[in-house]
């Protein structure tokens, strides 16, 4: 039964049953507690807590899954990382009874499996399911196995839904170990699990305790899918099936390694075929490689795939061909992969570009170090194990993933001091972040926190208004609280409301000035110092500020305004990145600030100066086509269902703030904005540049900053125009003829000087005098010591047998460089030794080797001098 028909067939079977089918949700979780989609339920989780209700009761989907725990198994008969994971699921509708019925009726009636062949294990506190399969079901009782939390009761492995579960199993038969009386239990490899039937009824803490009821009882089930092929297509293991079996075969084609040579080169390919799938999913669902959460992921199997196939004797590409291969195998039923190919080959190609040309120095360094250490072993007779420093050089310089690194020493039997590693990682991550702001410290923030219990949340009336007045409820000076503030001090004050907008959504905090009964203070800055509690930083100006005054805020209306318009621009350009790059370059970090904005995001390459200049003159198309921005509150999910862009990462409430820029952009967005994109004026993209890995950061200036920006170029160009005596237009091709004419005289000059250094040697040359054979050169020559090294080389090389000294005297010193041919090295003639005769009269020493040596001293006075000794030195030397 090929992949396709038991897909099929089980989508029939739950729509007969009036199942709605649900699509795969991304491999991207909408979930922060989440790295990657790892359950068909993940997508469900608001169902389940209750949070949102479905428009159905029962659902059906064939789900993309990503587990990494698994990964150091991928190679045997049956794991893998990316696998399709069906699911029928039920919201507070059918039950146990039903779910295991369904469950058993499928799998031997329209899959037709043996019942002889499975097992089923409940979780030993569930009285109920284990009477439903006996007594409802009819599964012989031998063969209902009873175990503990750890196998049957189910999690996501984050707080949220969970329940008590039941598996079924498959028997394998003779050929994959003995038969078990515990059935699973006892032999994992000759029983494998084909579905998880989860009854939802939990909510669990961090820790997985159950600490509530779920609002209503559900059923969340999932069957591998290559399970269920690797099962029903009678296949030696998952990788001899009709899916990944064509990738084994790509991989195996690519490295020119027949599957079955042995038993560690079939692990390889089997890694390939899983690696080379899981990449392609991940990258067309957004992910680009990193070194953090999903990115990592990422990068992991990508690096991992790659040496293996260098294990396997492939040192060209191998990713590409990999991708190519999943996308033509699975692209029929995931047309995301159609959709996404260019992108994905060109992440791929990448990646192993890049980690090619440092792999085999990193493994290298590694090898050795695991040398040594099996070495340091034998003597010690102890765990032989690398040093963290090693592990964090490799990654560090030669991007091994830390996992990679672990996995290679492993192999040799030797440890990796994970602990040394992940200090120097934090010391790194602490480096950075010294290197940013730091945050008020914790008792200041522990004050404000009482201050926050104290009064509630700020109300904030900024978008709105620009003045207002708000009552001073607290008072900080470092980590104390305070009454009063006289003129001079700077502390942190809380309003029960206020007009200033504090940093938060990559928007600056606002400036301005408060004034009380009995003084005035500037305000510096703003932050959020909890949730819904706004610290403002006062410098007190005159007079005194205390708790309990009434003030007037005012903001500075400049630099607000300046801040509305950088913001407005930011999510415009957000908007046509993703529209011109694609759905990957979202947002990875923005900082708005009065008059320019920094707006980081995911890409792979550099965007060039002709996309940029198309995407800065879109901006500045959007901001005149003054287009009208809205702001609205609304339910979380209602703004999601629009298609609001949310930030990865960012926390949002229940109720959240849309922004909406024309009809095209919509943000969920807490930052204030100009009502027309008109007034923010100018716009226009200043820089482009890379900042980690596919990580890229466009600059932008806006409003007065632009205009000034540019009329600083234009400035520019006047000057340059004037110091050519062009037109400005002509002022670029100008230069360029400059630069051309400059190269050329460059050219003519070196040949001159080579001509003349020749002329120099040739001269030199002949009036070298002839002692006992041997010709002796020893004169002055005023050139740098370099010059006169090359020039003494140049003459050995002319004269055959001889030597050569040549001296030279700058400001305040002299120096010597003596040669000697290698005939007469042999005869025990030494350059430096001959130099030594004269290193006293010049005040220095000599350094060197017999056959070119330089000494050089303070005395340039004493050149001729000491060229003198050099010279009778010299003649002693040859003396017969
Ligand atoms: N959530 C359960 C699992 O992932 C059943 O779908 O195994």
């Not at 030696?236 to 009709?242: A, G, P």
């Given at each position: 039964m090929e992949t396709r028909a038991i897909r099929e067939q089980f989508l029939a079977f739950f729509e007969e049953r009036d199942h709605v089918r649900v699509p795969s949700s991304s491999l991207i979780p909408n979930d922060p507690a989440l790295l990657l989609t790892n359950a068909g339920m993940n997508q469900f989780k608001p169902y389940f807590l209750g949070e949102q209700t479905p428009s159905f009761a029962r659902a059906m989907t064939v789900q993309k899954c990503f587990r990494t725990v698994d990964i150091d198994e991928v190679g045997d008969s049956s794991h893998l990382t990316f696998f399709e994971m069906l699911g029928n699921f039920s919201f507070g509708d059918y039950y146990k009874e039903q779910a295991c019925l369904w469950a058993w009726e499928l799998l031997t009636?329209?899959?037709?499996?043996?019942?002889?062949?499975l097992w089923v294990t409940v979780y030993e506190g569930d009285d109920e399911a284990a009477e439903i399969w006996a007594d409802v079901v009819g599964v012989q009782s031998e063969r209902i196995v009873r175990l503990g939390k750890d196998d049957n009761f189910w999690s996501m492995d984050v707080a949220g839904p969970c329940g008590p579960d039941s598996e079924i199993f498959f028997d394998l038969g003779k050929d994959y170990g003995d038969p078990s009386p515990l059935g699973p239990a006892g032999n994992e490899e000759r029983y494998v699990e084909i579905w998880n039937l989860v009854f939802m009824e939990n909510d669990c803490d961090s820790a997985i305790e159950p600490v509530a009821d779920l609002p209503k009882k559900n059923i969340d089930t999932g069957s591998g899918l290559e399970r269920l092929a690797f099962v029903l297509q009678g296949a030696?293991?998952?990788?001899?099936?009709?899916t990944l079996g064509v990738l084994v075969a790509e991989a195996a084609s690519l490295t020119g390694v027949a599957p079955g040579r042995d038993e560690r080169s079939d692990i390889g390919l089997r890694i390939l075929a899983d690696h080379g799938r899981g990449l392609t999913f991940l990258a067309a669902d957004g992910v680009l490689p990193s070194n953090e959460g999903r990115g990592y992921v990422l990068r992991r199997i990508m690096r991992r795939a790659i040496r293996q196939a260098r294990l396997l004797g492939r040192d060209r590409l191998v990713l590409p061909r990999l991708v190519e291969a999943t996308v033509r195998l699975m692209g029929g039923f995931y047309p995301e992969l159609v959709a996404n190919k260019d992108l994905v080959l060109e992440v791929a190609e990448r990646e192993e570009a890049r980690f090619s040309e440092t792999l085999s120095q990193g493994l290298a360094q590694l090898e050795s170090e695991i040398g040594r250490a099996s070495g340091t072993r034998r003597e010690a007779k102890a765990g032989a194990r690398v040093g963290g420093d090693v592990a964090f050089k490799l990654h560090d310089t030669y991007g091994f993933p830390i996992d990679l690194t672990v996995e290679i020493a492993s192999e040799h039997g030797v440890d990796i001091d994970r602990a040394g590693f992940e200090s120097l990682m934090e010391a790194q991550r602490e480096r950075a972040r010294r290197a940013r702001r730091t945050a008020s410290d914790a008792g200041e923030r522990s004050v404000l926190a009482a201050m926050l219990d104290a009064s509630g949340p700020t109300e904030f009336l900024g978008y709105e208004h620009l003045e207002g007045e708000g009552e001073l409820i607290g008072l900080a000076d470092g980590a104390k609280s305070v009454a009063l503030a006289a003129e001079g001090q700077e502390v942190d004050a809380v309003f029960d409301s206020t007009v200033f907008y504090a940093e938060g959504g990559g928007q600056v905090g606002d400036m301005g000035t408060v004034k009380t009964p009995s003084g005035e203070a500037k305000v510096l800055d703003v932050r959020r110092l909890a949730p819904g509690l706004t610290g403002h930083r006062l410098r007190v100006l005159r007079g005194e500020v205390r708790v309990g005054d009434v003030v007037a805020q005012g903001v500075d209306p400049v630099y607000r305004s300046g801040c509305q318009r950088a913001h407005t621009a930011t999510h415009i350009l957000h908007w046509i990145l993703r529209d011109r790059l694609g759905e990957h370059a979202t947002q990875a970090g923005s900082l708005v600030e009065p008059g320019r904005l920094r707006f980081d995001f995911n890409h792979f390459d550099s965007l060039g100066d002709g996309l940029i200049a198309d995407i800065s003159s879109e901006l500045q198309d959007r901001v005149l086509s003054d287009d009208t921005v809205r702001a609205y509150e609304t339910s979380y999910d209602f703004a999601r269902s629009l298609g609001a862009m949310a930030i990865f990462g960012e926390k949002y409430g229940d109720f959240v703030r849309v922004v909406e820029v024309g009809d095209y952009s919509k943000e969920l967005c807490g930052g204030t904005h100009v009502p027309h994109t008109s007034q923010i004026a100018v716009a226009l993209v200043t820089s482009e540049s890379s900042i980690g890995a596919n990580l890229r950061r466009v600059e932008a200036l806006v409003g007065r900053d632009g205009l000034r920006f540019l009329a600083g170029r234009a400035a520019v160009l006047a000057r340059s125009a004037e110091l050519l005596k062009a037109n400005p237009e002509d002022v670029a091709e100008r230069v360029e003829r400059l630069l051309a004419t400059g190269k050329d005289m460059e050219r003519r000059l070196a040949a001159q000087d080579r001509d003349a250094a020749e002329f120099d040697a040739q001269a030199l040359a002949r009036a070298a005098a002839d002692v006992n054979g041997v010709r002796v050169l020893v004169a002055r020559r005023d050139a740098p010591v370099d010059a006169l090294r090359s020039l003494v080389q140049t003459l050995k090389s002319r004269l055959g047998s001889g030597v050569v000294v040549l001296g030279a005297a700058g400001e305040g010193h002299a120096n010597l460089v003596g040669g000697v041919t290698k005939d007469l090295v042999e005869r025990g003639v030494s350059a430096r030794e001959l130099l030594a005769a004269g290193s006293e009269t010049l005040g220095g020493g000599e350094g060197g080797k017999p056959e070119l040596a330089i000494s050089g001293g303070p005395r340039q006075e004493g050149l001729d001098a000491a060229l003198e000794q050099v010279r009778e030195a010299v003649l002693r030397a040859l003396e017969p």
């Open positions: 009636e329209t899959f037709g499996m043996d019942a002889q062949q030696k293991t998952i990788f001899d099936t009709d």
